[in-house]
């Protein structure tokens, strides 16, 4: 059975000293329990002591601010980042969707790009081969499903990342962020593939700032803020408890202004 288990999960990033400069001299005056320094080290604990059990027809809508730590979480999750504490236990076979263009190569054909990418999920040449066709009719990228990948809009490399990803067949289906890219007729069809995708999937995990898409496809919600669990449980009740917390924080800062 297709399963995710944390244990008190803890995750800090390092901060680069070349290249985010800028967050250091800020973070060095700021009292944000986030900034650690460790040695000769900065870092951004992005994820604070996270106990998760999913289990076998889980359909999970992460929410909570900018900066949370959602992002990171399915990125746990999906095995690509290991725990700084604490413990993960995945079961089954993981599929992500993520950034659209991960593992593709700018200067190889949308074609080609089919079998790199697929390959890179696991998919055999064989595997391919079968939803090859399928993959590129969704994608509907007409004569540039031939040309190198550089000449393509940030647009169409989002559908033929997705067309690709949602060809696969998973335990575990991770997503962040998918439906807020793409033109309006794209994402109605992307959110008819999904729905499709997610009947077959054991588990479902969604990152995502919009409450219409976890009501439609969720049954449990995770709320995150400041790398910590602030409420598991049943989607609809957690949307309201998230909702009037938005309120409230509006609320306070208008009377503080």
């Not at 870092?43 to 999913?54: A, N």
Request: contains cysteine.
């Amino acid at each position: 059975m297709s399963s995710i288990t944390l244990t008190s999960a803890k995750l800090y990033l390092p901060i680069g000293r070349q290249s985010l400069r800028s967050i250091l001299r800020r973070s060095a005056k700021s009292t944000d329990p986030r900034f650690l320094d460790e040695g000769d080290g900065r870092f951004c604990k992005v994820l604070d002591g996270v106990s998760l059990d999913v289990r076998a027809g889980d359909r999970i809508g992460l929410i909570g601010p900018n900066g949370a730590g959602k992002s990171s979480l399915l990125r746990v999750m999906a095995g690509i980042y290991a725990p700084t504490d604490g413990g993960v236990e995945i079961n089954g076979r993981v599929s992500t969707l993520f950034a659209p263009n991960i593992g593709m190569n700018d200067n190889a054909s949308g074609v080609e790009n089919v079998y790199i990418s697929a390959r890179t999920l696991g998919m055999s040449r064989t595997q391919i081969a079968a939803v090859k066709d399928d993959i590129i009719n969704f994608a509907d990228l007409g004569d540039f499903i031939d040309l190198p990948m550089r000449t393509y809009s940030a647009g169409m490399k989002m559908r033929l990342g997705f067309a690709i990803a949602t060809a696969v067949e998973p335990d575990i289906l991770l997503i962040d962020e998918v439906f807020g890219a793409g033109d309006a007729a794209f994402r109605e069809r992307a959110k008819a593939r999904m729905a499709s995708l997610m009947d077959r999937a054991g588990v479902m995990v969604l990152a995502t700032h919009s409450e219409g898409v976890i009501s439609n496809f969720c049954n449990r919600l995770l709320w995150l803020d400041g790398g910590k669990v602030v409420f598991d449980g049943e989607a609809k009740e957690g949307l309201a408890r998230f909702k009037e917390s938005v309120k409230q924080a509006a609320q306070t800062r208008s009377a503080a202004s």
